[in-house]
C-alpha cells in the first residue's frame, strides 16, 4: 500500500501523506529519554570506575567513585552533613563488593582486621546473595549499600561510634532522597512521609550511639573531636525534639575554651531554632 490514505482522496481530502503518522506521539516520548540520559550524563562527569581488590575475598571489581576535584563544596547543615552543588556524592562513599558482600566506607574498606574478616565470611558471605548495581546509583540503591555496611559493622564488632557515624550518614541519605523527591513535578507524598520517619529512625540510632561513644571510646571517633561529637549529639536532640537535652550538650560544647568559630556559629543556630521551637510550643498552650 503506497499510502493508506489514498482511499480519503474521494472524500475529498487530497495529498495526504502517511509518513508522519505516528511521529507526533514519538516526539514526547524522545524528548522523556533525552532528559534522562542528559541527567545521567551530569552524574557521569561527577564519577569514574575505579579498581578494588576485594581484602576479604581477593576479587577484583570496578567500584563508582566520585571525582574529587569536581564536586564543589557549599557549606554544611547544622548535623553537619555536607552539601555540594548540583550533585550529592553521599552514594558514592561506600564500597561493596558483589562477590562476598563485605561493605564498608571508601576510607576504612582496605584496613580490615582478621577478627572481623573471620566475622563478614561467616555472617555475611554465607548469607549473601549478589547483586550487580549501577554505575549511577539511586537513592534506593545506596540505602541498600549502607544498610549492608551497616551490617558489617554490627557483625565484624566495630565500636558503637563507627556504627553511630554509619546511621548518621545513611540519615542523610533518607533526606537527600527526599529533596530529589521534592524536586519532582508530581510529588509522592506517601513515599516522602515514610522517607522522613525512615530518617528520624536512624537520627535515633546515631543519637544513642554517638553518646555511647563519647562515654566510652578515646577521640577523635571517626575523625570526630570531643566537642564536634558534643554538638552532633545536641543537633540530633533538637532534632528529635528534645529541646533540654540539646541544650545540655550545647552547654558542654561552649564550656571549652578553644570553640573554633564555625562552630561557635552552629551553636548559635541551634539555639535559635530552639528558642522558636519553644516560643511555637508556649502559644500553642495559650491557644
Ligand atoms: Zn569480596
Known sequence: MENIF???EELGFKNISDADLFQEKEQPKKKVISKEKEAQLKVQTYIYQRKVDCPVCKHSFHS????????RFQGTELDLRPRYVGFDPLPYDVTVCNYCGYAAINKYFKNI???KKRAVIENITRNYIGHKYNEILTYEESVERYKLVLLNSAVG???N???????LKISWLYRGWQESLQALEQKDDAL?????????VFVEKAFEGFKLAYAT???????????TMEYIIAELARRLGDSKISKQWLGRVIGHSDVPNRLRD?????????????KKEKKSQQD
Open 157 to 159: 564488632g566495630d565500636s
Open 113 to 115: 582486621t582478621e577478627k
Open 6 to 8: 489514498k482511499d480519503l
Open 217 to 227: 571510646e578515646k577521640f577523635p571517633v571517626m575523625g570526630i573531636d570531643e566537642m
Open 266 to 278: 552552629k551553636v548559635y543556630d541551634v539555639k535559635e531554632l530552639i528558642r522558636e521551637q519553644e
Open 64 to 71: 563508582s567513585t566520585v571525582r574529587s576535584g569536581r564536586v
Open 161 to 167: 561510634g563507627i556504627k553511630a557515624y554509619i546511621c
Open 192 to 200: 516522602l512521609q515514610k522517607l522522613r520517619t525512615y530518617e528520624i
